[in-house]
């Protein structure tokens, strides 16, 4: 991999770390600026990051590496040959080596994710596995899908693999070694990837989701989406959040944000017009929201997404 830095790996890291504009939380271990694993060649970079501002993320690619992204919570989007990827918490987008990628529409929205960029099982005693061995797991990650709803389980492993890259033991290559396996086996052998959450409540969700989508406009309380469902308040809260990934109020607000940039976009309707047909009491507010998801205001994104009327 090149020791330059990109212009956007650039700018994330000084927009990620700007203290007077805190955009995200950041933790990174990477091998071109910290120390190399001592018995683990294969190790390359691994973090976690939580964007409370949509960050910049262009096209790149990492040569004979495998690239895992996880989503703790939030959503994000991914664009890869041509196809668009959507995730959300529990879900796995990976790309596969000198594969090009990018965030969505050249974004990272608001979301926490764990990643991890390893080199891709083509040398003798990969991870001191043995032959067969090596074979065998690089033969299924060969088989996982783009995306894979593999569920949150596997955040403890990368929890272990942070604590094994900080410690000071001549036992740390083994730490690291196993977490990287216990990462691998819980893509490819996950514990059950299905949300414990009743098949009638998820038709119950998908069918506010859509609701909400067809009415954007509508600003409904948790109570309000709960006796829609048919259940209490604090079920209902905690049941939508596994299954989106998002509060409920959270996830209704980015909705309408979403509803926002489509209309941005596609009409010449006045900013001020758009914020009151979505319900919002100010187009102040509304821009003020809409940063906050977006990351740029809502002139800058109708600017820069203006559908061509010619």
Not at 143 to 171: C, D, H, M, N, Y
Request: glycine residues 6%; charged residues 25%; contains cysteine.
């Amino acid at each position: 991999m090149s020791k330059e830095k990109s212009d956007d790996e650039q700018l994330y890291a000084i927009e990620a770390g700007s203290a007077s504009f805190p955009r995200s939380a950041r933790w990174t271990y990477d091998t071109e600026v910290n120390p190399h694993i001592h018995l683990v060649p294969e190790f390359v970079m691994f973090g976690c990051d939580e964007l409370r501002k949509a960050l910049p993320l262009h096209e790149h690619e990492h040569p004979g590496c495998y690239e895992f992204v996880l989503i703790e919570r939030g959503k994000a989007r991914w664009e890869l040959e041509g196809g668009l990827y959507e995730t959300q918490a529990g879900d796995l987008f990976h790309s596969r080596p000198g594969e090009k990628h990018r965030g969505g529409f050249n974004v990272i929205e608001p979301c926490k994710f764990w990643w991890l960029i390893i080199r891709a099982p083509y040398e003798q005693e990969w991870l001191r596995l043995a032959p067969a061995e090596s074979t065998a797991l690089d033969q299924e990650l060969s088989r996982l899908p783009r995306v894979a709803q593999i569920g949150l389980p596997p955040i403890q492993s990368f929890k272990k693999l942070k604590k094994a890259l900080t410690l000071e033991s001549p036992l740390q290559s083994t730490a690291v070694r196993s977490a990287i396996l216990d990462i691998l086996l819980s893509f490819i052998q996950p514990n059950d990837g299905s949300y414990p959450i009743a098949q009638d409540l998820l038709h119950q969700f998908n069918g506010l989701i859509a609701k909400l989508n067809q009415q954007p406009e509508w600003r409904p309380s948790v109570d309000e989406l709960a006796a829609s469902a048919g259940v209490s308040a604090s079920h209902f809260y905690r049941t939508f959040q596994e299954y989106t990934g998002e509060p409920p109020i959270t996830f209704v607000e980015r909705l309408r944000v979403k509803a926002a940039c489509r209309q941005l976009a596609e009409s010449q309707d006045a900013i001020t017009d758009i914020s009151y047909r979505l319900g919002y009491q100010s187009s102040q507010h509304f821009a003020t929201v809409f940063k906050r998801f977006v990351g740029v205001t809502p002139t800058q994104w109708r600017n820069s997404h203006r559908v061509s009327t010619k």
